[in-house]
């Protein structure tokens, strides 16, 4: 069935350095890709997103890059900041039928002052 | 920006009671909402799509006798958990989209602890 993977799963990176996290999609028809932060005990929150006929998209210090023919795309976190700190989640959907997202696994990032 | 509201944020309840979540769009009109469960540590997993004025789709392996769900109207949809058991703890999220080229926006979540 359709999936997403998400890598790492965890990652430390020291204050000013840059974060990047990794998602594959397997539904080739998926043409929305979100990226949600979670911060603990809250709702994700939606950060950036990107569509099937862009290539990247970049807002402010985050990033989005998607590779169609591979089926990946990826989060840049360049400047990190301590409050970058929290759950990011990658999701793959179509714009067509019930719209309904496919969830990576979620990558803790953890940013060292 | 889209705001969705879920009531109540936490909610401690015995075992065999029943407790209904509830999830508004402020700002916009919804005719799908999604619910979300999510164990400590782990990702998102879809329960069942809310759709207003007709029943609810359930994802394979949930029990929609069991979580039930109404979308009355256009900004509101609950979702109710029957005879709670302990193993229903968990944290509960909706989303709704506020238009047609607009990723989803989640509510706060609910934190339910059945005792």
């Known amino acids: 069935g359709e999936n997403v993977e998400q890598h790492p799963s965890t990652l430390s990176v020291q204050e000013g350095d840059s974060a990047v996290i990794k998602c594959t999609y397997s539904d080739s028809a998926s043409n929305y890709f979100p990226w949600y932060k979670q911060e603990l005990g809250k709702g994700p929150q939606l950060i950036i997103d990107i569509r099937s006929n862009v290539g990247e998209k970049k807002d402010q210090r985050i990033a989005v890059t998607l590779n169609k023919t591979a089926k990946h795309f990826s989060l840049h976190i360049t400047e990190t900041q301590p409050e970058d700190s929290a759950v990011y989640f990658c999701?793959?959907?179509?714009?067509?039928?019930?719209?309904?997202?496919?969830f990576g696994t979620g990558t803790r990032l953890k940013v060292l002052a | 920006g889209a705001v969705v509201s879920q009531h109540p944020s936490w909610v401690i309840c015995k075992s065999g009671t029943s407790v209904k979540i509830e999830c508004r769009s402020l700002d916009f009109q919804a005719t799908t909402m999604f619910w979300y469960r999510q164990f400590p540590k782990q990702s998102l997993m879809l329960m069942a799509t809310?759709?207003?004025?007709?029943?609810?789709?359930?994802e394979q392996g949930v029990e929609k006798d069991k979580f039930l769900i109404n979308h009355a109207s256009l900004t509101l949809s609950t979702l109710t958990v029957t005879s709670a058991h302990p193993e229903d703890s968990s944290f509960y999220i909706c989303?709704?989209?506020?238009?047609?080229?607009?990723?989803?926006?989640f509510g706060s979540g609910t934190r339910l602890t059945v005792v």
């Open positions: 989303s709704a989209r506020p238009g047609l080229f607009h990723g989803y926006t």
């Open positions: 999701a793959a959907s179509t714009t067509s039928g019930t719209y309904k997202y496919i």
């Open positions: 809310s759709n207003e004025g007709s029943k609810a789709t359930y």
